[in-house]
């Protein structure tokens, strides 16, 4: 019954490996993110796609590539992973717009690069 | 940036004790929110105050939003240790769809 899903929870890798997270919603939620929180928590936005489409990209290096197969999925590959790529990745989803952007996150997961 | 401010960056009380907790913003909101973030865990919503309210209630939580001052505050009254985590506010400064979150506060409740 989990709305918003992540895998995988840990990925510890090298640097200039490259790696997938995935995200999954079961919320029929039509908006999806990508954050990342840094060791010092700072949380801050990467992107959204609304039914499929970018809507929101943060000067984030191009290495991050978010595809969203469908508005229930939204994936982010990183390539050359690099040390500062070590953070919590979070993906969040929200309900069709109307309202206020209320966000349901995932549990996390925990990116280490060697 | 426009990244909201918290204060105190970390609290410690005792069972039973309120914390309050604040937090700052730079630009002018529609709303604003605060989530929990328990350790090793997403962040969830707990409340959301709109710009045109001046306090909310919900449970043991209770917010107030000042925007002549552009700061909220979150008081969780008879705090319990379940309450241990992390304290984020959040607004819609960024834009819709882009909430921007603030540096956090770290709150420890003792037995």
């Known amino acids: 019954d989990t709305a918003v899903s992540q895998t995988p929870k840990y990925l510890v890798t090298q640097m200039g490996n490259d790696k997938s997270i995935k995200c999954e919603q079961n919320?029929?939620?039509?908006?999806m993110y990508w954050y990342k929180q840094d060791s010092k928590k700072f949380l801050k936005i990467m992107f959204s796609?609304?039914?499929?489409?970018?809507?929101i990209n943060e000067t984030v290096p191009n290495r991050f590539s978010p595809k969203s197969p469908d508005k229930a999925h939204l994936n982010l590959h990183i390539n050359s992973l690099e040390l500062g790529d070590s953070a919590v990745y979070f993906c969040?989803?929200?309900?069709?717009?109307?309202?206020?952007?209320?966000?349901?996150f995932g549990p996390g997961t925990r990116l280490t690069v060697l | 940036s426009q990244q909201g401010e918290e204060d105190p960056q970390a609290l410690s009380i005792q069972e039973g004790e309120n914390a309050t907790m604040n937090c700052s913003y730079k630009?002018?909101?529609?709303?604003l929110q605060w989530y929990r973030q328990n350790s090793g865990r997403g962040l969830v919503h707990l409340i959301l105050?709109?710009?045109?309210?001046r306090e909310k209630h919900s449970g043991r939580l209770r917010v107030t939003l000042d925007t002549s001052k552009k700061s909220s505050s979150l008081l969780i009254t008879a705090s319990r240790a379940a309450d241990t985590a992390s304290y984020f506010c959040?607004?819609?400064?960024?834009?819709?769809?882009?909430?921007?979150f603030g540096t956090g506060t770290r709150l420890l409740v003792s037995p």
């Open positions: 630009t002018s909101i529609n709303n």
């Open positions: 919320l029929g939620h039509d908006t």
């Open positions: 969040a989803s929200s309900p069709p717009s109307g309202g206020p952007d209320t966000q349901y």
């Open positions: 796609y609304n039914n499929k489409e970018l809507i």
């Open positions: 959040a607004t819609d400064a960024g834009g819709f769809q882009k909430l921007v």
């Open positions: 105050i709109r710009s045109n309210e």
